[in-house]
């Protein structure tokens, strides 16, 4: 399997289990169109704390449920600390998020949607 960012095959191969390939292929895309379209309103937003709080939680669970580790403990660092930092340190943490989130999404294309969701 081509390397990507942090991934659990164990949570996946889970989801994939219960719901199936072809559903977890459908709900797979979904997060993932709906997830860049949060990225993308981070990145144009006024830099608003609390929005950045809210949607790094949202990123966080969805990127659970799929075992994207790297992405989803970096939208909890940034839910646990999105009212306290200061401006500039939550620009670069939402920057840095977008990257994760692009790595995150080419991997899952590549590799998890071109195979059907079938997991070495």
């Known amino acids: 399997m081509k390397s990507g960012p942090a991934f ?9 289990s ?10 797979l895309k979904a997060f993932l169109e709906d997830t860049a379209e949060k990225i993308g309103v981070l ?4 830099l608003d704390p609390a929005f950045i709080r ?8 969805s990127a659970g449920t ?10 909890f660092s ?5 009212l306290s930092m200061m ?21 899952a294309r590549s590799v998890l949607l071109a195979a059907d969701m079938e997991i070495a």
């Not at 659990?8 to 994939?16: A, Q, S």
């Not at 994760?100 to 999404?105: D, G, L, S």
């Open 78 to 82: 940034i839910e646990q600390s999105a």
């Open 66 to 75: 799929f075992g994207f580790v790297e992405l989803s403990e970096l939208a």
């Open 87 to 107: 401006p500039d340190r939550l620009e670069r943490a939402t920057a840095r998020l977008e990257r994760v989130f692009e790595e995150t999404a080419e991997f």
């Open 8 to 16: 659990e095959k164990d949570t996946l191969r889970l989801l994939v």
């Open 54 to 61: 809210q949607q790094a939680h949202s990123i966080k669970s």
């Open 18 to 27: 219960e719901l199936g390939a072809e559903d977890a292929t459908e709900v």
């Open 43 to 46: 990145g144009t937003a006024p």
